[in-house]
Protein backbone atom coordinates (compact mmCIF):
# COMPACT_ATOMS: atom_id res chain seq x y z
CA UNK A 1 0.00 0.00 0.00
CA UNK A 2 2.49 2.27 1.03
CA UNK A 3 4.36 1.84 -2.56
CA UNK A 4 1.18 2.15 -4.01
CA UNK A 5 0.86 5.89 -2.53
CA UNK A 6 4.65 6.88 -3.24
CA UNK A 7 4.14 6.17 -7.09
CA UNK A 8 0.61 8.53 -6.93
CA UNK A 9 2.49 11.12 -5.49
CA UNK A 10 5.18 10.81 -7.97
CA UNK A 11 2.78 10.94 -10.55
CA UNK A 12 1.12 13.91 -9.10
CA UNK A 13 4.27 16.08 -8.75
CA UNK A 14 5.25 14.99 -12.61
CA UNK A 15 2.42 15.77 -13.54
CA UNK A 16 2.51 19.44 -11.78
CA UNK A 17 5.77 20.35 -12.83
CA UNK A 18 4.82 19.39 -16.34
CA UNK A 19 1.52 21.62 -16.12
CA UNK A 20 3.99 24.35 -14.69
CA UNK A 21 6.38 23.61 -18.19
CA UNK A 22 3.34 24.23 -20.16
CA UNK A 23 2.28 26.98 -18.12
CA UNK A 24 5.54 28.56 -19.61
CA UNK A 25 5.50 28.04 -22.71
CA UNK A 26 1.63 29.69 -23.08
CA UNK A 27 3.38 32.67 -21.61
CA UNK A 28 6.45 32.82 -23.58
CA UNK A 29 3.77 32.46 -26.72
CA UNK A 30 1.95 35.73 -25.30
CA UNK A 31 5.57 37.63 -24.44
CA UNK A 32 6.77 36.79 -28.10
CA UNK A 33 9.67 34.33 -26.33
CA UNK A 34 8.60 31.60 -28.40
CA UNK A 35 6.66 30.77 -32.28
CA UNK A 36 4.10 28.66 -33.59
CA UNK A 37 5.95 27.29 -37.31
CA UNK A 38 5.50 24.32 -39.07
CA UNK A 39 3.16 22.93 -36.56
CA UNK A 40 5.35 23.21 -33.68
CA UNK A 41 6.09 25.70 -31.00
CA UNK A 42 9.36 26.66 -31.57
CA UNK A 43 10.72 28.11 -27.59
CA UNK A 44 14.39 28.67 -27.36
CA UNK A 45 14.77 26.85 -23.91
CA UNK A 46 11.52 24.71 -24.68
CA UNK A 47 11.15 22.76 -20.88
CA UNK A 48 12.51 19.22 -21.26
CA UNK A 49 9.27 17.82 -19.34
CA UNK A 50 7.46 18.67 -22.79
CA UNK A 51 10.20 17.39 -24.72
CA UNK A 52 9.73 13.89 -23.29
CA UNK A 53 5.91 13.32 -22.81
CA UNK A 54 4.88 9.88 -22.89
CA UNK A 55 2.09 7.51 -23.42
CA UNK A 56 -0.03 7.98 -20.24
CA UNK A 57 -3.07 9.41 -20.07
CA UNK A 58 -1.82 13.09 -18.53
CA UNK A 59 0.89 13.19 -21.08
CA UNK A 60 -1.82 12.50 -23.66
CA UNK A 61 -3.77 15.76 -22.02
CA UNK A 62 -0.98 18.21 -22.30
CA UNK A 63 -0.56 16.82 -25.45
CA UNK A 64 -3.66 17.81 -26.34
CA UNK A 65 -3.80 21.73 -25.33
CA UNK A 66 -0.28 22.02 -27.25
CA UNK A 67 -1.51 20.63 -30.10
CA UNK A 68 -4.91 23.12 -29.92
CA UNK A 69 -2.50 26.44 -29.30
CA UNK A 70 -0.80 25.08 -32.34
CA UNK A 71 -3.64 24.33 -34.26
CA UNK A 72 -5.16 28.42 -33.04
CA UNK A 73 -1.92 29.98 -33.61
CA UNK A 74 -2.09 28.46 -37.14
CA UNK A 75 -5.56 29.46 -38.58
CA UNK A 76 -5.77 32.08 -36.17
CA UNK A 77 -7.52 32.73 -32.91
CA UNK A 78 -10.83 33.34 -34.67
CA UNK A 79 -11.31 30.78 -36.38
CA UNK A 80 -11.06 28.27 -33.00
CA UNK A 81 -14.04 30.39 -32.07
CA UNK A 82 -16.87 27.35 -30.66
CA UNK A 83 -19.24 26.38 -33.02
CA UNK A 84 -23.08 28.57 -32.02
CA UNK A 85 -26.17 26.05 -31.13
CA UNK A 86 -28.00 27.47 -34.43
CA UNK A 87 -25.02 25.87 -36.72
CA UNK A 88 -24.96 22.85 -34.29
CA UNK A 89 -28.84 22.29 -34.71
CA UNK A 90 -29.40 23.30 -38.22
CA UNK A 91 -32.17 22.49 -40.56
CA UNK A 92 -32.95 19.01 -40.41
CA UNK A 93 -31.16 18.46 -36.71
CA UNK A 94 -32.53 16.79 -34.06
Not at 43 to 58: S, V
Not at 63 to 86: F, N
Amino acid sequence: MQGTSAELDRRALDFAQKQAALRDVIAALAEGRAEISGGDIVMQDMPAFLKELGENKEDWMIQAVLDLIVRAGEVGVGAMQPARVEEIEGPGVG
